[in-house]
T-cell receptor, first 114, second 115 residues
Framework: ETGVTQSPTHLIKTRGQQVTLRCSSQ?????VSWYQQALGQGPQFIFQ???????GRGNFPPRFSGLQFPNYSSELNVNALELDDSALYLC?????????????FGEGSRLTVL | GESVGLHLPTLSVQEGDNSIINCAYS??????FIWYKQESGKGPQFIID?????DKRQGQRVTVLLNKTVKHLSLQIAATQPGDSAVYFC??????????????FGKGTLLTVNP
């Protein structure tokens, strides 16, 4: 167990809807990163939050947005859902935003868009 | 652009054999590499990492080798066990000296250990 918890574990939405996914980071970790993992693929970086600020973003459109709260938990919001948004969304926490060190992943939220 | 790929998508071994999983990367600026194990229905689990100033690092039953000349990374698992069956990803951080921590993952290799 990594101590990173995500909710919900599974959810089904329809095209055009909006979704919010939540993540609680490991105790003491102030950095949260979000990744999208399509079926049969490796995770792809969406963005990172460090001390409540976005601190880097991957190649995802603006309808993917996020928040980090003072307790370092985080949300991922996706608007105007598309079929291709169906994936496992992984949250990973780390201590600090530096570019080395272990990322601790949660079990993910599996989103299905119909 | 940067990319991380794997030579073999699947690998099947007998219990007790040694396993070798390979990975190629293209970003010469990458200075940190990690291997993750992902079991079905779970998130990636850290196995071992290596920095670019090293060419070999050993853990418990696992060894990572880095060849910067040919941009190649490998994971060796000794005495493979059924519990090692999973998808293995190599990942690299191309943001050398950057302020954020972005990992680029390969597609993964499915390791199946036969009893």
């Amino acid at each position: 167990e990594t101590g990173v918890t995500q909710s919900p574990t599974h959810l089904i939405k329809t095209r055009g809807q909006q979704v919010t996914l939540r993540c609680s980071s490991q105790s003491g970790h102030n950095t949260v990163s979000w990744y999208q993992q399509a079926l049969g693929q490796g995770p792809q970086f969406i963005f990172q939050y460090y001390r409540e600020e976005e601190n880097g973003r991957g190649n995802f459109p603006p309808r993917f947005s996020g928040l980090q709260f003072p307790n370092y938990s985080s949300e991922l919001n996706v608007n105007a859902l598309e079929l291709d948004d169906s994936a496992l969304y992984l949250c990973a926490s780390s201590l600090g935003s530096t570019n080395t060190g272990e990322l601790f992943f949660g079990e993910g939220s599996r989103l299905t868009v119909l | 652009g940067e990319s991380v790929g794997l030579h073999l998508p699947t690998l099947s071994v007998q219990e007790g054999d040694n396993s070798i999983i390979n990975c190629a990367y293209s970003n010469s600026a990458s200075d940190y590499f990690i291997w993750y194990k992902q079991e079905s229905g779970k998130g990636p689990q850290f196995i071992i990492d290596i920095r670019s100033n090293m060419d070999k690092r050993q853990g418990q039953r696992v060894t990572v080798l880095l060849n910067k000349t040919v941009k190649h990374l490998s994971l060796q698992i000794a005495a493979t066990q059924p519990g090692d069956s999973a998808v293995y990803f190599c990942a690299e951080n191309g943001n050398s000296g950057g302020s954020n921590y972005k990992l680029t993952f390969g597609k993964g290799t499915l390791l199946t250990v036969n009893p």
